[in-house]
């Protein structure tokens, strides 16, 4: 069983950067494709963005795309996602999952293991 913990969320305004983290509980996280996860309240979970197991290939929503970037250490077994340029609308509880080996990056039931969260909160 892997587990996943989140965490660097918080309040900030608009405009400013928060880096959340998501550490795994075991080194097999390091074979897998990871996904970061957004959920407003009242909205459905939606994609944020992914990386490939080496770090090798990242894909984000068009929604966030310029302003957040994901990586990667699997030395530490722990994947980020850097926020930059933070609007109102990014506030929401965020997730990492592990992706699957089958499956569309956008889909949440192409990933295992999720976590319980962390939440950003971006007031204007």
């Known amino acids: 069983q892997v587990h996943m913990v989140e965490s660097g969320g918080g309040s900030v305004q608009a405009g400013g950067s928060l880096r959340l983290s998501c550490a795994a509980s075991?080194?097999?996280?390091?074979?897998?494709?990871m996904g970061w996860f957004r959920q407003a309240p009242g909205t459905e979970r939606e994609f944020v963005g992914g990386?490939?197991?080496?770090?090798?290939?990242?894909y984000y929503a068009d929604s966030v795309k310029g302003r957040f970037t994901i990586s990667r250490d699997n030395t530490k077994i722990t994947v980020y996602l850097q926020m930059n340029s933070l609007k109102p609308e990014d506030t929401a509880l965020y997730y990492c999952?592990?992706?699957?080996?089958?499956?569309?990056?956008?889909?949440?039931?192409?990933?295992?293991?999720w976590g319980q969260g962390t939440q950003v909160t971006v007031s204007s």
């Open positions: 999952a592990v992706k699957r080996y089958f499956g569309t990056w956008e889909q949440e039931s192409s990933y295992d293991y």
């Open positions: 075991t080194r097999t996280f390091s074979n897998h494709d």
């Open positions: 990386i490939s197991w080496n770090g090798a290939g990242t």
